[in-house]
């Protein structure tokens, strides 16, 4: 075989490897990677290298490699674009976390978010109760949304990720 093409084989099924690890341990908190995810990234790297390029460990190997991933990462954003079946296998849906003033605790317990971590959301979208939220949604890329029932404020991105010292739970 062409250790070229093989080169091309390898890190497909490593590109394909990672999206699936990823969409099984759901990682909505990527906007905001912590030191944990970053070392997590690091080590990974590090790990599917070889298992990409082989033993070919010459500049053009390593090019051949990277080539693939652009190339493969812009097809399936296209693929993702196009069609509606792959797009809605492939990523992650928004989540309501409170309507009308409503928490959804199922929610809230199924995402690992404290009712500490969505006040902290409302209190940077100027808001104090959750009386006075009309809606408030985990979006696809870790941001929380807020709209309060005045209606308002200003639009403001909040991201979410997990508290680290505490495990307390929604009240």
Known sequence: MNPYLDIVLRSIAVYFFMIIALRIFG????SQLNTADIILIL???NSVQNAMVG???SLWGGLTAAAVLFAFNFILKKLLYTYKPFSDFMLEKPEILIHDGNL????LSKLNITSEELKEAMREHGVEFYKDVKLAMLEIDGNISIISISGKET?????????KKSKKTIR
């Open 104 to 107: 959804d605790f199922k929610k």
């Open 155 to 163: 639009l403001r991105q909040t991201h979410y990720r997990r508290l």
């Open 55 to 57: 033993s070919d460990t």
């Open 27 to 30: 990682k909505k908190e990527l």
């Open 43 to 45: 080590l990974i790297s």
